[in-house]
């Protein structure tokens, strides 16, 4: 069975010597928590026996066009539709040619065509047929058509020549493919944060906040943009300048934030809550200053609505990822307040100490979630983001998928 939320690469291979290369593309795309399937031409498996593939992928190897075993099983079709993204890795001169000009008399060749995903082809051939213009217009003819071309680079070539045609290293096809949109994790979603602390207003010129800086949320909203989510953020006042890219709404108290994520939360895929909201706001706001009178005087604090709870409550609710900030029993109160306010996830942090936390650059979170738990280490709040984004990418994908 298919992990959850494991990117697809489809991974064929053509004959040339280049071919042992792929085994190890194989190993680098699984370790990067991708799914590899592999197609090989019957000259491939000349070169390197299908077992090594199976083995590396733990999937079974496709090599034939037409066997009833395989058509049942996985046909062409449907591994062109399972795949994310398909990579041609080595692409020979011959299948560079056959695929330029729409023939489809072999698996690989088939799946090119079948294929509506992103298509990446690393080529690998002698110098001289590189060189060749014939080589070179179908080249250009495949990426007018939208072919992605990795390498090749040059050297020494196991014909002995030296010149341009060895099949790109398999870390910089795995970098390219990674960086492929399809293959981010929350491509097209729409994500929503919160950042930053509200302020709740005495008096014109005084008010009442806390010590957030937005910058958890803010790392948040980037590490999202960068896992290809369409990304709003609603901003209490903070000091950060505001990532390239998403749209932002800039907000100053409870109420303010809770109108601008309510109107947008609708709209969400899923919803985090990284502000530090107010949870009392004084009764009313005074106009004017409030003079220095008696030696003592009361604030009346009502509270204020609370925009997680009201978040999880909607129809279609999103995902919704809440934060807890805790001082003390911080695993006791992350879970009644995933409980209570019926959240899908909630990353708990220590605030009040030394380390982490509000205004720092750095922070460690415990993750819950129904049944589940990871314990994210004190780091830069930047990477924190992102490993927590890929978390709740998984349980996501994983809440759609069932
Ligand atoms: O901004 P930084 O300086 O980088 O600091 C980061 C942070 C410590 C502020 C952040 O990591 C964090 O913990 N944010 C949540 C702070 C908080 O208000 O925690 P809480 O335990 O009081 O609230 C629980 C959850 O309810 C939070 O998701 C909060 O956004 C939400 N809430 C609270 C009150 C309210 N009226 N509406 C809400 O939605």
Redesign the pocket.
Known sequence: MDTPFRKHVLLAICGGIAAYKSAELVRLLRKQGCEVRVVMTRSAREFVNPLTFQALSGNPVHTELLDVDEENAMGHINLARWADVVVIAPTTANTLAKCAHGLADDLVTTLFLAATCPVYMAPAMNQAMWNKAITQENIRKLENYGVNFIGPGSGDQACGEIGKGRMAEPAEICQRLLAEPRMTVLQSVKVLV????TREYIASVRYIT????????Y?LARAALQAGAQVSLVSGP?NLSSPAGLDIVNVET?SQ??DA?LTRAVNADIYI???????YRPIAMEKDKIKKQADQTNLVLHK??????D?ARLNNAPFTV?????TNDLEV?AQE?LRK?NLDMI?A?W?GQEQG????EQ?A?EVFWDQGHASLAMTD?NQLAEQLINLIATRFNEKNRS
């Not at 806390?210 to 949320?217: A, L």
């Not at 204020?304 to 709870?309: F, H, N, S």
Request: charged share 20%; net charge positive.
């Open positions: 919160s950042a930053g602390p806390n010590r957030s800086s937005g910058k958890m949320g790392a903070v409870a934030m809770y994520v809550g990284a502000a530090a909201v107010a949870d204020t609505k609370d925009i997680l709870t978040v809440g934060f807890a900030a805790e109160y307040k306010k990353a942090n605030v936390g509000f205004d720092s922070n979170l709040k």
